[in-house]
């Protein structure tokens, strides 16, 4: 099956500062990645959607300045949390897909803590 | 479906056990739903989706029930094994709007 990949799996940094979330597919082009958060015992909230080489499109609610989204190339998505703030310690998800918006595969997942 | 808030609900079960977890969803216009198993610190994996069309499919060990009229799913887990323990969520779409995921059910599979 189609596998995607993130890093790094955890981080830690200190409020103030920003960082970078990488998402990856493996072994396929994805023309769509999607980004999500998840808080402890919730579930996936989707954040925004990014289509190769054009803007990201957010969901209501998520700050497009903070929550900055590259998605560079047809294997590459990036997040960068900037100014990160105790408040956006979350578990990060992405998918991506290569057909229509339901066919995605998911990564593993990255646990971000902001001290 | 929204997600609730902090307490996942939870179905305890015997291992061997038949388990059915359940789903509501509100947008008559999906017609196309997932079922998705998730294991803690990781993504959710895939396990069995259904077209708006169909009313019933079965996979391995898996069967997924579909009420369009009452806007129902189900997710039926025969056997149920201490690996099924995770947490379940149900995600619909349609046309070709993204994914909205359920608020989850968390399995517990006693040995």
């Known amino acids: 099956g189609a596998v995607v990949s993130q890093h790094p799996s955890r981080v830690i940094c200190k409020s103030g500062t920003s960082v970078k979330i990488e998402c990856r597919s493996l072994?396929?082009?994805?023309?769509?990645m999607f980004w999500y958060r998840q808080f402890p015992k919730q579930s996936l909230m989707l954040m925004a959607t990014?289509?190769?080489?054009?803007?990201?499109?957010?969901e209501q609610g998520v700050e497009k300045d903070k929550f900055l989204i590259n998605h560079a190339s047809l294997t590459l998505s990036t997040l960068t949390v900037t100014s990160a703030h105790p408040e956006d310690s979350s578990f990060y998800i992405c998918?991506?897909?290569?057909?229509?918006?339901?066919?995605?595969?998911f990564g593993p997942g990255t646990r971000l803590t902001v001290t | 479906g929204e997600s609730v808030g902090l307490h996942l609900p939870t179905l305890s079960v015997q291992e061997g056990d038949n388990s059915i977890i359940n789903c509501a969803y509100s947008?008559?216009?999906?017609?196309?739903f997932i079922w998705y198993k998730q294991e803690s610190g990781k993504g959710p994996q895939f396990i069995i989706d259904?077209?708006?069309?169909?009313d019933k499919r079965q996979g391995q060990r898996v069967t997924v029930l579909l009420n369009k009229t009452v806007k129902h799913l189900s997710l039926q887990i025969a056997a149920t094994q201490p690996g099924d323990s995770a947490v379940y969520f149900c995600?619909?779409?349609?046309?070709?709007?993204?994914?909205?995921f359920g608020s989850g059910t968390r399995l517990q599979v006693q040995p």
């Open positions: 998918s991506a897909a290569h057909g229509l918006p339901y066919e995605q595969y």
């Open positions: 259904i077209r708006s069309n169909m």
């Open positions: 072994d396929f082009q994805a023309t769509t």
């Open positions: 990014s289509n190769e080489g054009s803007k990201a499109t957010y």
């Open positions: 995600a619909e779409t349609g046309g070709r709007r993204a994914l909205t």
């Open positions: 947008n008559s216009a999906s017609d196309y």
